[in-house]
């Protein structure tokens, strides 16, 4: 019997690992978008900022509702303040997450769109350039 507890307990543990890391992985981008177009991908990643820009505003409005009236609010305000500034938190870190994204695959997109030209050759007269 208590052999089968020490089992539950340990399988339940590994499970919530488990499923606390799946929900934890950042999203990835889309299989529609191919891995190598960057200026693609920096598009997507500057709609996500789009979008999380604006939960973040709504949030933040929200959370400015309530500071200027907390008792409309009543005993479960707290909360909702508490909830409203764990939110904003979460959004500005997916924010700057974003942004980075965005801002990595603009630089790679120009990189690689400046070394297309530098290979490009050219005919002058008799003589190839490149």
Known sequence: MNRLKVTAIASLVAFSFA???AFAEVPAAPSSINPNDHVALANYYEGLVKEVS????TNQQKLNDYEDHPYYYGRQG???RSHLQA???????ELAEDLQEANLHRKIAASEQGRQFSKAGT???DVTVQ
């Open 54 to 57: 604006a939960k973040l505003e």
């Open 78 to 80: 707290q909360d909702l």
């Open 19 to 21: 499923a606390t890391s």
């Open 87 to 93: 939110n904003i938190r979460e959004y500005k870190k």
């Open 123 to 125: 005919n002058v007269g």
